[in-house]
């Protein structure tokens, strides 16, 4: 695949049974867990630190996620790092970030240098979750900048496993009739 590509001389490593979609490129420093999907148009670019991804994530349609560097404005910089059962929106940009598990990154979302989304979040539709800010476990965070709106309710909270299941199974079906 020419839209996965090595970035001085470190390629990305495909989890099993990953879907990129051929419009989508994924460039250096980049691992990604069991049953992932990259899809439409989507840029996921390690080239200045690593991202990471945990089982299952699914990354839609126009995303961009990116990382910050080191320098000595920021000596560690920041990579990006999602674990499992994520879904990350259309249009959504992660920068060097840290995402927990079970989290809904909601459309045209931003989150920025060093902030952190812990397990259980929805980040709704249109967020600016501004550098360094920590969004606790189980809220809904709406605005920009985000702020805590309301716990989630007990359906939300099964949404995370079942959204991520159905990227899944959409993704085999891409699998499928691609030969893969």
């Known amino acids: 695949m020419t839209n996965v590509r090595s970035h001085k001389g470190i390629t990305p ?9 051929p419009s989508s490129v994924v460039i250096g420093d980049v691992q990604t867990g069991a049953d992932c999907s990259i899809w439409p148009m989507t840029v996921v670019r390690g080239d200045m630190h690593k991202i990471r991804f945990g089982d299952r994530c699914n990354i839609q349609d126009g995303s961009v996620l990116h990382i910050t560097h080191a320098s000595s404005y920021n000596p560690d910089g920041y990579p990006l790092i999602l674990g499992d059962d994520v879904t990350v929106g259309h249009k959504a940009m992660l920068h060097g970030c840290t995402i927990g598990s079970r989290v809904l990154v909601g459309m045209d979302s931003t989150i920025m240098d060093g902030a952190v989304v812990e397990d259980d979040v929805i980040v709704g539709a249109g967020c600016l979750v501004p550098p360094g800010k920590r969004l606790e476990s189980g809220y809904l965070y709406v605005g920009a900048p985000a702020k805590q709106a309301r716990p989630l309710t007990d359906k939300e909270r099964t949404f995370f496993t079942y959204t991520a299941a159905n990227y899944v199974k959409l993704k085999d079906e891409y699998l499928a009739e691609s030969g893969s």
């Open 13 to 21: 490593e495909l989890g099993e049974r990953n879907w990129v979609d």
